[in-house]
């Protein structure tokens, strides 16, 4: 019995060979002829399996066809086509098939059905190359059937994209597909020290006794303490409030004024 079996560092072998008059192989001299299976074409006496990708057409006296599997794959040693829509994740490159030789090994190995690149995804059939991640999403794995969305308070304007980036420090951002992340600055009297904000909540307020003029702040540093004869009552304030007539305040950073003392007064 001549049985060998086929590998990709080698010259694909005969599988069966003995002689039959009407065509096919024989396990041994006295068995009986049968036909080659579907993967394996009639080379000579003998049946050889056929490239990969390819199988025998039927009704032409079992011979290997020539065009491969349809948007699919028949890897070295397997028996039937795949679609690779079978597979998610993954698109069908045309041109591997047409690149495949008897005399060459290296050319028998390389899958039609091909793992998306990052940046991209497929979940049915994509031919020659997956699809790019829509703006708005990432994709930092291969072999994937969606890409992902960007996390709040990150944004990708553009397609086929690894990753996201992350909302400037000093706002919030809110738009994930515009560049810039339809970026917002922080009102007056807040900041934003931390990149990634994604809405007006991730602005911290200055304290009661401070305030801040910028918008768009990075820093708390921003927040100055009230100097003398001002006050600051509350939390978030762009301007310290005058102390009114008749009360005073001496201190810096202070949340109220004092009244004047009797006997004194004060213009302000």
Request: charged content about 20%; aromatic content about 6%; overall charge negative.
């Amino acid at each position: 019995m001549d049985i060998v079996v086929g590998n990709d560092s080698a010259e694909n072998q005969v599988l069966f060979g003995r002689v039959c008059s009407n065509g096919g192989a024989q396990l041994h001299g006295k068995s009986w002829c049968f036909k080659c299976p579907s993967f394996m074409g009639l080379a000579g006496t003998s049946c050889v399996e056929c490239l990969p990708d390819l199988l025998q057409q039927p009704g032409v006296g079992e011979l290997c066809a020539t065009d491969p599997c349809p948007l699919g794959e028949r890897p070295l040693g397997s028996d039937a086509c795949t679609p690779c829509k079978d597979r998610l994740g993954v698109f069908y490159n045309t041109s591997v098939a047409e690149t495949r030789t008897d005399d060459d090994p290296t050319t028998w190995t390389q899958p039609s059905c091909v793992e998306c690149p990052p940046g991209s995804s497929a979940d049915g059939v994509a031919i020659d190359e997956c699809f790019a991640c829509p703006a708005g999403e990432y994709q930092n794995l291969t072999g994937q059937a969606a890409c992902f969305a960007c996390p709040a308070g990150q944004f990708q304007p553009e397609r086929g994209q690894t990753s996201c980036d992350l909302c400037d420090a000093g706002g919030y951002c809110d738009d994930a597909v515009t560049c810039g992340g339809g970026f917002t600055p922080c009102r007056a009297g807040t900041y934003n020290s931390h990149q990634g904000g994604s809405s007006p909540d991730d602005c911290q307020q200055c304290p009661p006794g401070a305030s801040s003029p910028t918008i768009g702040a990075n820093s708390s540093e921003t927040c100055a303490s009230c100097r003398a004869g001002t006050y600051g009552d509350a939390s978030g304030l762009s301007k310290c409030k005058e102390c009114p007539a008749g009360r005073y305040q001496n201190d810096t950073g202070a949340t109220s004024c004092r009244e004047c003392e009797t006997g004194h007064y004060c213009a302000k």
